[in-house]
């Protein structure tokens, strides 16, 4: 089982442009997590979705939507992104929203010039 | 507002050392307190969770509720736990509800 994959790993991108960062689980999850980790910040949580057809604001999802799209895929789109939003994105994945142990993908890192 | 504290941004030790990641909290009903561990290359992982009260790698943590604290503690450390270590709360019951510390970096020299 692959796990948790996200893609791309790595993106450049100039102020203004879109782009989705897609995420996908294997594990037949019902909990789908999107956090950002800055150097110094720790990881916040961006959105995540408890179960499908859900989605919740975490701590930081201004500049972000996100779609769950079935139980597996959890997108994280950027429709004009800035400079701050330079950042090693996670996505995560739990069986349930309350269950304590999260399944972390390897992460995408996001540099906007 | 909850909140994770963890204090030292990078600790170093030597190998057969004891150490002590230190991790306070800020929250006033019942936490759920967690450690999460990141070796070099590797994705970010569950290491353990107070409720479960266990030793992984030789990893121990307690929940200190006077001292609102869940320090990690290793008798003798390895250079295999060379890492970064991130403390997480968990309120209200809900993994929305998880906020992280900003992680500590574990250097264990030979």
């Known amino acids: 089982n692959a796990g948790v994959t996200q893609t791309p790993k790595f993106q450049v991108l100039k102020t203004g442009q879109s782009m989705t960062l897609q995420c996908a689980q294997d594990?037949?999850?019902?909990?789908m997590y999107w956090y950002r980790q800055d150097p110094g910040m720790g990881l916040r949580l961006i959105y995540y979705?408890?179960?499908?057809?859900?989605?919740d604001k975490g701590e930081v999802p201004n500049g972000y939507n996100v779609s769950r799209l079935n139980k597996r895929e959890f997108s994280l789109r950027l429709e004009s992104a800035a400079p701050s939003q330079t950042s090693v994105y996670f996505c995560?994945?739990?069986?349930?929203?309350?269950?304590?142990?999260?399944?972390f993908g390897s992460g995408t890192q996001l540099s906007v010039l | 507002a909850q909140r994770v504290t963890q204090p030292e941004k990078l600790l170093s030790v030597f190998k057969g050392a004891p150490v002590e990641l230190k991790c306070n909290y800020s929250?006033?009903?019942?936490?759920?307190l967690f450690w999460y561990v990141q070796y070099s290359r590797q994705r970010l992982q569950l290491l353990l969770r107070?409720?479960s009260r266990e030793s992984i790698k030789g990893f121990t943590a307690d929940l200190n509720k006077g001292e609102t604290s869940f320090h990690l503690k290793k008798p003798f450390a390895q250079e295999e736990d060379s890492a970064m270590y991130y403390c997480?709360?968990?309120?209200?019951?809900?993994?929305?509800?998880?906020?992280f510390g900003k992680g500590t970096k574990l250097s264990v020299k030979p």
């Open positions: 929250y006033s009903g019942s936490p759920e």
């Open positions: 107070h409720i």
């Open positions: 979705s408890a179960s499908e057809g859900t989605t």
């Open positions: 594990m037949n999850h019902n909990s």
């Open positions: 995560a994945s739990s069986r349930t929203a309350l269950n304590e142990k999260l399944f």
């Open positions: 997480a709360l968990r309120y209200g019951g809900s993994q929305g509800n998880l906020i």
